[in-house]
């Protein structure tokens, strides 16, 4: 079975700073691996997607993530954190593969806090 | 910009009322999701649906059930709401494929408070 673990559920960084975002997964198939970004009061938002391609995916706003298949991990980083990344960051693992659904399954959230 | 509204952002119910949550997206998108978000636990699925007038459940099925009657519109229905079901609800659509129920348009969320 797939599942995904962020291994934060709280960062916090100063403007300017790089970010990093952890977050490790478990699948017995290759995976399709994504983050969302969920602004206050407002919905989720695919940020980027990886899915057996380039291993280093870029998303929007700055944010890339690098698939690590020898460390099961996934981590979201950019390099200079602005106010506005200031939000909620869900790693999610679809369980496509083998005629699953194609679900996707969440992680616990990190909440990035960015300081002035 | 493909839009899914969901009706109420905040609403305050009492244990044993019937609730319905309503959701309606625009663009045509074969595929319905409703979730529930709690701290710690992230996103859970409750139920979803392929078609109209078709269902799936989820992993946390229990105490709801839905209803999609026409393509644009997923409702969820609590039967006797209780206090474990406050939380927040948000509703998904995507377009039909099996990858492409890898990206998710989500709703803004319903935050539901049973008293």
């Known amino acids: 079975a797939q599942s995904v673990t962020q291994l934060d559920s709280h960062v916090s960084v100063s403007e300017g700073t790089p970010v990093l975002l952890r977050c490790n997964y478990s699948?017995?198939?290759?995976?399709?691996l994504f983050w969302y970004v969920q602004h206050p009061n407002k919905g989720l938002q695919l940020l980027l997607k990886?899915?057996?391609?380039?291993?280093l995916v870029k998303g929007i706003n700055g944010f890339e993530a690098e698939f690590k298949k020898s460390e099961t991990s996934f981590h979201l980083t950019k390099p200079s954190a602005h106010m506005s990344d200031a939000a909620e960051y869900f790693c999610?693992?679809?369980?496509?593969?083998?005629?699953?659904?194609?679900?996707?399954?969440f992680g616990q959230g990190t909440t990035l806090q960015v300081k002035p | 910009d493909v839009k899914v509204t969901q009706s109420s952002r905040y609403l305050v119910k009492r244990t044993g009322e019937k609730v319905f949550l309503e959701c309606v997206q625009d663009?045509?998108?074969?595929?319905m999701f409703w979730y529930r978000q709690d701290p710690g636990l992230g996103l859970r699925l409750i139920y979803f649906?392929?078609?109209?007038?078709?269902?799936e459940k989820g992993d946390i099925p229990e105490g709801y059930s839905v209803s999609r009657e026409k393509k644009e519109r997923f409702s969820l229905i609590l039967e006797s709401a209780s206090t474990n079901q406050t939380s927040m609800y948000l509703c998904?659509?995507?377009?039909?494929?099996?990858?492409?129920?890898?990206?998710?348009?989500f709703g803004s969320g319903t935050q539901l408070s049973v008293l």
């Open positions: 649906s392929y078609d109209v007038k078709m269902k």
């Open positions: 663009m045509d998108h074969e595929n």
């Open positions: 699948s017995s198939y290759s995976p399709s």
């Open positions: 999610v693992v679809s369980d496509s593969g083998s005629g699953n659904t194609g679900k996707l399954i």
């Open positions: 990886y899915t057996s391609a380039a291993t």
């Open positions: 998904a659509s995507s377009d039909t494929g099996l990858t492409s129920n890898e990206k998710l348009f």
